[in-house]
Structures are given as C-alpha cells and as structure tokens.
C-alpha cells in the first residue's frame, strides 16, 4: 500500500528558533500534499495545500510567512515553522494524494510532535 | 460550504459486540467520496472504509461495513465483533471530485471494554 513518512517523529527546539518537518512519499509519485495540525483530542485542521512545483495555497487564518511550505518533487515536501513558539506547539500531520490515483484517497503520514519551549 | 458531522464524542462496546458510529454531512455537490479513518493512541490516521457517492451499495471491508444513505446524506460506520484494537478515534470525511480537500468530522473517540 502506499505509505508516507514524516521525518521527525518527534522535534522539541527553543523558542524564536525555526524547525524543518519532511513528509514524503515513499512508494508513489505525490502531486499534492497536505498539511493538517491537530490538538489533543481534536479534529485535523487544514493548514494547507502544496501541488508539486507551485507555491502552497494556505487556508484562511494560517500565517504563510510562519509556517513555509516547499513541495519541490513529487515524493516530498517541507514545512518550515519559523520563530516558533510555545503556541505552535502541536501535532502536524502531512498527507498525500497519488497522482495518478483515481479514489481521492489521502494517505497520511505518523505525524510530528512539535514542542516549542 | 461542506460540513461533516459526528455527534457522538465518545463511546464504548463490550468486547465481540457490535457498535455504529454516526456520521451525516452537508453537500449540494453530487460527485463525492466519502471515508471513515481510524485514529489510534499511535495517532497514525488508518484508512477503514471508502464509500463512492455514486454507489449504490454499501462499502464492506471485513467488520467494518457502512449505511450510506445519500438522500438523508447519512453515512455511518458499523464495527461487528468488536476487538480491543479498535479502540480509538474516529474521523468521518468526504471530498469532492475533483478537488483535493478533505472534510473531516470532530471525531468520535471509541472504546472497547475487555
């Protein structure tokens, strides 16, 4: 099956400093990648949306300049949360769409915990 | 605007017993999927079941099965035979073809007691 893999599983960094979370695709081609953040025992929110080789389209109240999305291949992309602090501490989520797939399916990767401190 | 609705937060099954888990959602689309995932304590989002609005027959896959009922726009998930690993969060969802996004329910936290 497909899978996506997020790297890493867990990150803790110090406030005003940046953290870099990868989610690939390991077994398929990804034109679209999501990013989801999610709190204790809540749904997963869209943060946004990154097609392979464009720029990411950010739902509404996400700060673009905050949390930076590269989709440079069609088996992995980034996000970069720059100055962190202690609010953005959460859990993000990436998943993928298959490029050629016909179901709509997403595929999710584990997740990384981000604690900001 | 798409919504999707779980209105169960919490529940819980006896072991080998069988449990639904509702789900109705919002659309004037006719061209949609519609999923239910499971969320573990690992908090990796599992695929269940997948349901093609266009599809008359409800989806199956093992004990998991659903009733779609596209008129009432209801599509809720039934667990037979309930096991321990099924304890977790679950997340209701449809998309629109062809968009990308995902509607995801608030979750229904599921507990089966041994």
């Known amino acids: 099956g497909a899978v996506v893999s997020q790297h890493p599983s867990r990150v803790i960094c110090k406030s005003g400093t940046s953290v870099k979370i990868e989610c690939r695709s390991l077994?398929?081609?990804?034109?679209?990648m999501f990013w989801y953040r999610q709190f204790p025992k809540q749904s997963l929110m869209l943060m946004a949306t990154?097609?392979?080789?464009?720029?990411?389209?950010?739902e509404q109240g996400v700060e673009k300049d905050k949390f930076l999305i590269n989709h440079a291949s069609l088996t992995l992309s980034t996000l970069t949360v720059t100055s962190a602090h202690p609010e953005d501490s959460s859990f993000y989520i990436c998943?993928?769409?298959?490029?050629?797939?016909?179901?709509?399916?997403?595929?999710f990767g584990p997740g990384t915990r981000l604690t900001v401190t | 605007a798409q919504t999707v609705t779980q209105s169960q937060p919490e529940m819980s099954v006896q072991e080998a017993e069988t449990v639904t888990l509702s789900c109705t959602y919002d659309?004037?689309?006719?061209?949609?999927?519609l999923f239910w995932y499971k969320q573990p304590p690992s908090r990796q989002m599992i695929l269940v079941i997948r349901?093609?609005?266009?599809?008359?027959q409800n989806a199956t896959e093992n004990r998991f099965s659903v009733n779609f009922q596209k008129a009432a726009k209801s599509f809720s998930l039934k667990i037979s035979d309930s096991q321990l690993g099924d304890t977790a969060m679950y997340f209701c969802?449809?998309?629109?073809?062809?968009?990308?996004?995902?509607?995801f329910g608030t979750g229904t936290s599921l507990t089966v007691i041994p």
């Open positions: 998943s993928a769409r298959e490029a050629q797939g016909a179901s709509y399916e997403q595929y």
């Open positions: 077994d398929f081609q990804a034109t679209t």
């Open positions: 990154s097609n392979e080789g464009s720029k990411a389209t950010y």
């Open positions: 659309t004037s689309e006719n061209n949609y999927y």
């Open positions: 349901q093609e609005a266009y599809k008359q």
């Open positions: 969802a449809f998309t629109l073809a062809p968009s990308n996004q995902f509607y």
